[in-house]
């Protein structure tokens, strides 16, 4: 039996032979490159040869690790983006709260330095919140009775007249503003001296000055303070400043408008003013009635003492002549005796 392969499947040199052979060419290759350089110029031809091969092949590797960079990145970009805008959230919150902290360091400094300029004791309050009815303009306060603050006293911030007191509790107080519709607080006019009234609820956030007439020296711009004709108000705070005159030709009267000087709803520090009108005594002075009452104490003892005199002279003139006639001596000291009580009395009368 032949056990040759067939001629196709011959396999020519042993695997061992090739293995000998193909080592000492390396090892030849290796001795005289190194000695002689001779290979330089192959290995180049070969490194430009194989260079698009060497790409082709490393293509894969390097869209592999650019995407995987790629995701890295993004995720990283994400978070830090995620970090600044929370930073900057709270940067801004954090510059909101300083520039709200310093306005109301700089409104404090004002309040505190109109109190200690005030001659009328002043007690500085905080605004709690609005008043419940959305038709009313009233804002609540945090002092009350306890803190000596009584309804009708004037509530002030460091421009002028923000409201009055209405209402007061133990630890609250309600504040009537003056844009109320039901407000209404005596003014005049810093230029000329024109008084006037000024009522609330004209135009949103005005006040409005009725019945004015026509021909009234009025101006925009004019200031208007308090006049304190009506015990409530201090004379000479600050109110409101003209802003608009409508004068109508078929009327007597024409309508002003102003606008409050005060931050009405703009500042949550404010200072209730705790006056009280001197009201002029209709009593007359102790030393006027004294001198009264000397002068008819005085007047009353020279009548008496007419009246002694008269007694005198006529018991003298009844031990001399007794049989004259005593009545008409008599009649004369009951006169002068009447004369006395009825001039005492009109004294008293007086």
């Known amino acids: 039996m032949d056990y ?110 109109l109190k200690e300029q005030s001659a009328t004791p002043v007690t500085a309050a905080e605004v709690l919140y609005d008043a419940r009815d959305p038709y009313s303009q009233r804002i609540v306060i945090d002092r009350g009775s306890q803190h000596d603050v009584r309804a009708g006293y004037p509530v002030i911030d460091d421009r002028g007249v923000v409201g009055q007191v209405t209402r007061v509790t133990p630890f609250q107080s309600e504040v009537t503003l003056l844009t109320d519709k039901d407000q209404a607080i005596p003014v005049q006019v810093v230029r000329n001296g024109l008084r006037s009234l000024a009522f609330g609820g004209g135009k949103a956030g005005m006040l409005d000055l009725r019945f004015m007439a026509a021909s009234a020296d009025l101006q925009q ?15 000479g705070l600050p109110v409101a400043r003209i802003v608009q005159i409508e004068r109508k030709a078929d009327t007597a009267f024409s309508r002003v408008y102003c606008e409050p000087v005060a931050g009405v709803r703009s500042h949550r520090q404010l200072l209730v003013v705790r006056y009280d009108a001197e009201k002029p005594s209709r009593e007359l002075p102790a030393g006027d009635n004294g001198n009264s009452t000397a002068g008819k104490a005085s007047k009353t003892e020279k009548a008496g003492k007419a009246a002694e005199k008269a007694e005198k002279a006529e018991k003298a003139e009844k031990g001399d002549k007794a049989d004259k006639a005593p009545k008409p001596k008599a009649d004369t000291a009951a006169t002068i005796a009447t004369a006395s009580s009825t001039a005492s009395s009109q004294e008293q009368k007086r």
């Open 221 to 235: 711009g004019d200031l208007l303070v308090t006049s304190g004709l009506d015990g409530v108000y201090p004379p």
């Open 4 to 113: 040759t392969p067939p001629p196709l499947f011959k396999q020519g040199t042993s695997a061992f032979a090739r293995l000998v052979i193909f080592v000492t060419m390396a090892l030849v290759l290796l001795v005289v490159d190194a000695r002689f350089d001779a290979l330089s110029t192959v290995r180049q031809i070969a490194a430009t040869v194989l260079m698009p091969v060497e790409r082709a092949v490393l293509v894969p590797r390097d869209m592999a690790r650019t995407a995987f960079d790629y995701l890295q990145s993004s995720a990283a970009l994400a978070s830090e983006n995620r970090e600044l805008r929370r930073r900057a959230v709270a940067q801004a919150d954090d510059a909101l709260r300083q520039a709200q902290l310093e306005a109301e360091n700089r409104q404090l400094r004002k309040l505190l330095d």
